[in-house]
């Protein structure tokens, strides 16, 4: 069965634009997280979307953002991009429960911005 | 305080022989999940294999399987007979409680040698 798929693979911005990251779950998922990785920070968790509604959220600022659709798919935008965002954005996907629930990763959406 | 420590930047390992990636975290919940996943260098975090609190036998996955020690909170993963296509980033991952997302290590980089 297909995986995670996120869009785009890769982009480039410039400081102060914005940027919408997608994410595909697999069938039958209806839990989708975002995590942040970056070089200094390591892995970091953004949000957690289920049935279309935010559950969690990391320390980020408000400048990230993300939705989930009826179908399960999910976008994260950020606004106002500053050089830090510059970063791996994974997407990840499940049942959605606690416990020994496993996340499925996407490849990723490497963000660079100049 | 750090909850999940991995203190190896880089491991090396000669082809067909066995490595130990160790992982020590710090939580006061009782129930807890342990995680490993493998990140080549394409991105994609792959699930490997998972620690419950309360697993009385160490979890084991093909090739892959788990030193954990409760009272020491470790759980160190062994991969046995090393192949090169296990050159790739491991990270450690920790589920406390009824929560939702990881919290992950900062990585171990290991390295197959033919």
């Known amino acids: 069965k297909a995986g995670v798929t996120q869009t785009p693979r890769y982009l480039i911005k410039t400081r102060g634009q914005q940027v919408t990251l997608s994410c595909s779950p697999i069938s039958g998922h209806r839990s989708v997280s975002w995590y942040q990785q970056t070089p200094g920070q390591g892995l970091q968790f953004l949000f957690e979307?289920?049935?279309?509604?935010?559950?969690n959220k990391g320390n980020f600022p408000g400048r990230f953002s993300g939705r989930q659709f009826s179908n399960s798919r999910s976008e994260m935008n950020v606004s106002t991009l500053e050089l830090g965002d510059s970063a791996l954005y994974l997407c990840?996907?499940?049942?959605?429960?606690?416990?020994?629930?496993?996340?499925?990763f996407g490849a990723g959406s490497r963000l660079t911005v100049l | 305080a750090q909850k999940i420590t991995q203190t190896q930047p880089g491991m090396f390992v000669q082809e067909k022989e066995a490595v130990t990636l160790d992982c020590t975290y710090d939580t006061s919940d009782q129930s807890y999940g342990l995680f490993w996943y493998k990140q080549p260098s394409s991105g994609e975090m792959i699930f490997l294999i998972y620690q419950g609190s309360y697993d009385e036998q160490n979890a084991t996955e093909g090739r892959y399987s788990l030193n954990f020690q409760k009272a020491r909170k470790s759980t160190n993963l062994v991969i046995s007979a090393s192949q090169l296509g296990d050159s790739a980033m491991y990270f450690c991952a920790m589920r406390e409680g009824g929560a939702r997302q990881l919290t992950f290590g900062s990585g171990t980089q290991l390295t197959v040698l033919p």
């Open positions: 979307y289920f049935s279309e509604t935010q559950r």
């Open positions: 990840a996907s499940s049942l959605g429960g606690a416990g020994a629930n496993v996340l499925t």
